[in-house]
């Protein structure tokens, strides 16, 4: 019994001590769109021996070595006109403080120098769309929260197969604020009026002409009877 217990604790502590495989995706492709109608990429992923143009993407790498790249872009329209995209097409019908966006795939011949057509081909891809409103229709893997589409690929290039991504309401923050705080001005201001409504019916009943008289004429009546 006891040369057993001692084999298991020498097999804890190898475990523990030895190196264990990463589980992390060799290839993370996250695009975060932003409140103010932006769209966020961040790209997390194994290799460091991509050849990328300059100015196009923003690369560190973080303490486990691994290479970390962002970029920003306007919006979709301009999302749009990179060479080096993701194969996403967006179509939006706005309302008035939010509108129904829906992600389609799109065949779309990226830059063969590119980020995408570089990290197609790698296994263990996952790509992330979150968005600033709620996930109505999907064919991802997962959802997070409702408002994150998570779908694990063998490839990014497999998007491609795919015919609707997503469909999600989505809210337009800034000028929902603004109804909302121009809202809560017109309630503090009918309140406010109704309260000087009130002070004023007050005063008038208290110090009106009619009671001034009625006053003078009981007084005038007191008076007289005395006399």
Request: charge should be negative; aromatic fraction near 8%; include cysteine.
């Amino acid at each position: 019994m006891r040369k057993r217990v001692c084999c298991a604790l020498l097999l804890l502590s190898f475990l523990l001590v030895s190196p264990v495989p990463a589980w992390a995706q060799a290839v993370d492709w996250r695009v975060i769109w932003q409140d103010d109608g932006s769209i966020l990429e961040i790209v997390e992923l194994e290799r460091t021996d991509l050849a990328l143009e300059e100015g196009e993407w923003q690369s560190t790498t973080d303490s486990q070595n691994k290479l970390i790249l962002t970029r920003q872009t306007a919006d979709w329209k301009d999302y749009q006109q990179l060479s080096d995209r993701l194969p996403l097409k967006v179509k939006s019908r706005n309302f008035l403080v939010l509108k129904v966006a829906t992600f389609n795939t799109e065949n779309f011949s990226a830059a063969p120098e590119g980020l995408y057509a570089q990290t197609s081909t790698l296994p263990d891809a996952q790509l992330s769309i979150k968005l600033p409103g709620i996930i109505r229709d999907h064919s991802a893997d997962r959802i997070v929260e409702s408002q994150e589409a998570v779908w694990q690929l063998n490839r990014l290039d497999h998007i491609v197969t795919e015919d609707q991504l997503l469909k999600a309401t989505v809210f337009d923050g800034l000028l929902l604020a603004i109804m909302l705080v121009g809202l809560a001005i017109i309630i503090i201001g009918l309140f406010f009026m109704r309260s000087i409504n009130r002070v004023h019916k007050l005063i008038e009943t208290e110090y009106s002409l009619e009671n001034i008289e009625l006053e003078e004429a009981d007084n005038s009546t007191t008076g007289t009877e005395e006399q």
